[in-house]
């Protein structure tokens, strides 16, 4: 299966990860407020999957300078606490999700997940592609797979995941590469309806920026489909990411 093909694949699968963090608390102190915990708290409630409550807390008196602390559990003074940054609302909300993919995964495709909120949960659940159970990421990118990704691998997780792992590890600017061992990505403006609002369009495009682990740059573009019958009627799935050329551009000039 070549790289191009993987580039215009999104994934998607069920992993068991066993003991996943029934809670996560983030300080709601006058310090941390001010440092963007609101911003990161409703984050994280709107992604949180089902089984996964998020706490609120008061001051924990130990609230860093320029950042807001939380952790697993119902009390922010845990043994290994995290300190997280919401300077603006793509920093918290990328805060937000890395924090609920650490403690819990993305969880299963869900109806009450707004479609502007699935990129930035998957690439930070790829990103800590081993919390809270080796592979959650990857297959997180399966249970949100749209067709195209599970008619390349016939429905089979297992050899999704393989392939996953020998592009990230071998093609650096591929978009496994990136969204598991770059150096950074960001997206890049609004999530863009196709024919319409959120509420009755069924495609959705959101684009991505990315610098490899070798220093390449690339842009992305997400399309994400919404789910139209059961099963996960309305729940929106990636169908593909694909990847500019080395310029930027989503297609090649023939000139």
């Not at 790289?3 to 941390?32: F, H, N, V, W, Y």
């Not at 708290?41 to 999957?49: D, F, H, T």
């Not at 249970?143 to 590890?169: L, M």
């Not at 024919?195 to 991505?208: P, V, Y």
């Amino acid at each position: 299966r070549g790289d191009a093909a993987q580039e215009k694949a999104m994934p998607a699968a069920r992993p068991t990860t066993g003991g996943a963090t029934p809670a996560i608390s983030l300080c709601a102190g006058r310090r941390c407020w001010k440092n963007g915990a609101g911003l990161i708290i409703s984050g994280a409630q709107a992604m949180a999957p089902p089984g996964l409550s998020v706490h609120t807390t008061g001051c924990c008196t130990e609230c860093p300078p320029a950042a807001v602390i939380a952790c697993d559990g119902p009390n922010t003074l845990g043994p290994k606490p995290l300190l997280l940054k919401a300077r603006n609302e793509a920093e918290a909300t990328r805060s937000a999700a890395s924090l609920v993919a650490r403690y819990a995964g993305a969880g299963q495709p869900r109806a009450v997940l707004p479609p502007s909120l699935l990129p930035v949960l998957l690439m930070c659940a790829l990103g800590l592609n081993d919390f809270p159970a080796r592979d959650s990421g990857l297959h997180a990118m399966w249970d949100f797979a749209g067709g195209s990704t599970r008619h390349i691998f016939r429905n089979n997780c297992t050899d999704f995941i393989e392939s996953a792992h020998t592009t990230a590890r071998t093609l650096p600017t591929s978009f496994y590469g990136v969204a598991m061992r770059g150096k950074e990505w960001s997206f890049e403006g609004a999530l863009n309806p196709v024919g319409g609002d959120l509420d009755t369009c069924r495609i959705a495009t959101q684009l991505m920026r990315s610098v490899s682990s070798d220093g390449r740059v690339r842009r992305w573009q997400w399309e994400l489909r919404k789910q139209r019958g059961p099963p996960e009627t309305a729940s929106w799935f990636v169908e593909s990411v694909g990847s500019s050329d080395r310029h930027g551009n989503f297609e090649v000039d023939k000139r």
